[in-house]
C-alpha cells in the first residue's frame, strides 16, 4: 500500500466515523426530545385528573369510634385553586391544607403535616393520628 492509498484509508475512517458519531447525536437528541414528550404528556393527565370537593361540614371521630367534642369540623376549598384547602376541626382550630394528590391531603399546620386519606368515595378523610372525618 502505498503512501497515497494510506491517507485515502485514513480519510475514508475519519468520514466513517463522523457518520457514527453524527448517527449517535441525532439517537440521543431523538430519545431526549421523546422523553420530554412523554414526561410532559403525563404531568400533564396527572394535573387534569380532578380534585375532589371536600368543602362543606363533616363529623369527626375519635379513635374510639366516638364523635368528638360537638363534631362539627369543616373544609373550605378554594375555587381557583382547588388543591388549596382550609380544614377546622370541632375545637376550633384551623389549619392551611393541601392536596397531595387527588386521594390524599395535608393539614399543614397540623402535626408537623398531618396526612388524611380520602376513604369511601371520599366520603371520609382517615387521618395518620387515628380521628377521622365523615360526610
Known sequence: ????????????????????????????RFVAVWLFVMLSSALACAQASPLPNLAGRWTGFLPTGATEGDSTETVEQNPSDPSRLTFRNAGGSVSRGHF????????????????????NNNRTIRWANSTSWSR
Open 100 to 119: 397531595l394528590n387527588a386521594t390524599t391531603v395535608i393539614a399543614d399546620d397540623w402535626q408537623g403535616g398531618l396526612r388524611g386519606t380520602l376513604e
Open 1 to 28: 500500500m502505498n503512501a497515497i492509498d494510506e491517507l485515502m484509508a485514513m480519510f475514508r475512517a475519519r468520514e466513517e466515523l463522523m457518520i457514527v458519531r453524527n448517527i449517535h447525536t441525532l439517537c440521543t
